[in-house]
């Protein structure tokens, strides 16, 4: 597993997953590398857990993770929206304003969507 700054291309950080283990956990061992203090981390669905999240906000960071099937009632949460409408001392408010983010891929067009960083 590997931590990537996107802006330089550059690896940060890795860790070699044990047998007795897996992804999940290790994320977590993975960003205690690191000061996390304003700092956007971004992974996919597999890490859409609440101990992750839990864990970069206790290290002063931010999230955006990719919400699937795998967590139904926050895929629901996320669909309906009503996230749009919280006031914002609902947010944290050291958290970056909601992004506007363009995704293309081989077999879907450029769509582009507004996502909220909690």
Known sequence: MSALDYGSAT??????ITSKSNEIPALRDLLDQ???T????????MHTQTATAEHIVTGG?????????????????AKS???ATMPPSWFRSDAPA???????SRTKPL????YCVL
Do not use: C, D, H
């Open 81 to 83: 929206k009503k996230w």
């Open 34 to 36: 690191f000061n996390l």
């Open 38 to 45: 304003n700092t956007l981390v971004t992974m996919e669905a």
């Open 98 to 104: 909601p992004l506007t983010l363009a995704v293309a």
């Open 111 to 114: 769509r582009s969507s507004t």
């Open 61 to 77: 960071g931010a999230y955006l993770i990719t919400i699937k099937a795998n967590q139904p009632r926050l895929l629901a949460w």
């Open 11 to 16: 690896v940060l950080g890795q860790l070699q």
